[in-house]
């Protein structure tokens, strides 16, 4: 069984920045990682997704450019680093834990464990 919780959400003005952690615990070895958000009444998105080395990632369109992810496997945490937000990036963000194949999921059905979610507010 894997654990997930979120931490670094809050509330920010446009422009501003935020870095979201992910701690981990139980069997992740090998796992992608990923994150996803969802905005109020709207599906949950794909945000990003990292590869167990950390050497391959895959972004959203729209967070290209602005978001990075990352992890550190020693200390069994992934994070979110988001940079000149928007309003429309607005959400609860949720990290999740994938497959140990290659390929880096873009789709919920995907990942097999999820945290509780942290919130993330962007003012304009």
């Known amino acids: 069984q894997v654990q997930l919780v979120e931490s670094g959400g809050g509330l920010v003005q446009a422009g501003g920045s935020l870095r979201l952690s992910c701690a981990a615990s139980?069997?992740?070895?090998?796992?992608?990682m990923g994150w996803f958000r969802q905005a109020p009444g709207k599906e949950r998105e794909f945000v990003a997704a990292?590869?167990?080395?950390?050497?391959?990632?895959n972004y959203a369109d729209s967070v290209k450019g602005r978001f990075t992810i990352s992890r550190d496997n020693a200390k069994n945490t992934v994070y979110l680093q988001m940079s000149s937000l928007k309003p429309e990036d607005t959400a609860v963000y949720y990290c999740?834990?994938?497959?140990?194949?290659?390929?880096?999921?873009?789709?919920?059905?995907?990942?097999?464990?999820w945290g509780q979610g942290t919130q993330v507010t962007v003012s304009s």
């Open positions: 999740a834990v994938g497959g140990t194949g290659l390929r880096l999921g873009v789709h919920s059905y995907e990942y097999n464990y």
């Open positions: 139980g069997r992740t070895f090998g796992s992608v």
């Open positions: 990292i590869s167990w080395s950390g050497g391959s990632a």
